[in-house]
């Protein structure tokens, strides 16, 4: 069932007028995830890919192909592309953060064991890199291997920044342009490629996918401490794994003796007490960093509407410019 009224939400929308080519990816992302002599990838691969996740990375590259006038069977591949390699972050992830949930349903490392996690991650990633080649584009290649290697180092980053108190908001933002962004911008701007669109319009696609994904970072990292609509993921894990996000490091930067006592043994030392999330809670509202990270993601999602102001008047612009609004209406 396809949502068509105005009460659907604006990626359910981009869905639907997005049917045709979503099944096409759905078919291709079974296709390549099989294995003939390994059953436990499929296995596992299903567990994650076909628990209900909104596929808004493969949406914004067919969206941006199709906005792009592409009439051919390649952003297919790139978008399964893009999936692929989302799904290999979030099985790596996952292993990393210990995770026992996600999407509402127990973690992949915890039905079976990390080894398998990591192993079928990494076939995913070179899953992606065959399909990827398929489409002949160099440049495409190019723009998709850097962004892997740009999550890896967001990744890397975020794990020694991690209970640093001096971590500065440069370095979340490099995290987070790490971690998130990189991929959201390399779907948005390969779609333009493969489409042959200006360099203008590329340009406009990357810089949508960019601000996109750090306000969608900045968004979940508030999201933490608030819940909103997120599924499966408790409030106070970020400070409960001692993460230095955007909300903490302003309350840190702001922070009195007593207070500054208080982040050194809960974050720099991890000596965590009953109360502590409480407190922690309470030092992010006294010094307005909720409300200060929820105007600083809104600042990026006027960026990226704005880019797309060069992109041709089409009703998936207006859907694109409406996920845009909706990333930040989660909190609300």
Known sequence: MTPDTAEAKPHERLAAALADELEAVNVLIRERMASENAPRIPEVTAHLIEAGGKRIRPMLTLAAARLSGYEGPYHIHLAATVEFIHTATLLHDDVVDESGQRRGRPTANLLWDNKSSVL????????????????????????????????????????????????????????????????????????????????????????????????????????????????GKNIGDDFRERKLTLPVIRAVAAADTGEWAFWVRTIGKGKQEDGDLERALELLQAHGTLESTRLTALGWIDTAKSALDVMPDDPLRDMLRDLADYVVARIL
């Not at 890397?156 to 500065?168: I, K, R, S």
């Not at 696609?205 to 990292?221: C, E, I, P, S």
Request: charged letters at 20%; hydrophobic letters at 50%.
């Open 120 to 231: 079928v991650g990494d076939y995913l990633f070179a899953r992606s890199f065959q399909l990827m080649v398929e489409t002949g584009s160099l440049r495409v290649l190019d723009i998709l291997a850097n962004a892997s290697a740009t999550i890896a180092e967001g990744e890397v980053l975020q794990l020694t920044a991690a209970q640093d108190l001096a971590t500065l908001e440069d370095t979340y933002l490099k995290i987070v342009r790490g971690k998130t962004a990189a991929l959201f911008s390399a779907a948005t701007q390969v779609g333009g490629i493969v489409a042959g669109a200006s360099e203008e319009r590329i340009a406009a696609l990357f810089t949508y996918g960019d601000a996109l994904g750090v306000a969608f970072q900045m968004v979940d990292d508030l999201l933490d401490w608030t819940g909103g609509t997120v599924i």
